[in-house]
């Protein structure tokens, strides 16, 4: 599953990335493997969404989001 698909107020932990082209940048954030995430909140119209990650918030576009596989906590 895709962190762009989770829904609000939902804690996950980050599996794996499906693409080479935001890693570097992710991990930067704190998305590393294993670690746990909650989407926080959305915005209206979906983009961006707003999570809780590595104990800080930030918000993250779709497309980023949808190169973060996810599961279920």
């Known amino acids: 599953m895709k962190l762009s698909e989770i829904k609000t107020r939902t804690k996950v932990k980050i599996k794996s990335f499906e693409?080479?082209?935001f890693v570097?940048?992710?991990?930067e954030m704190g998305f590393l493997p294993e670690e746990e995430v909650t989407v926080w909140k959305?915005?209206?119209?979906g983009d961006p969404i707003y999570i809780l990650v590595a104990g800080y918030s930030l918000s993250l576009r779709l497309d980023e989001a949808k190169q973060i596989i996810v599961e279920e906590i």
């Open 24 to 27: 570097v940048k992710l991990m």
């Open 42 to 45: 959305k915005a209206p119209f």
């Open 19 to 21: 693409s080479d082209e």
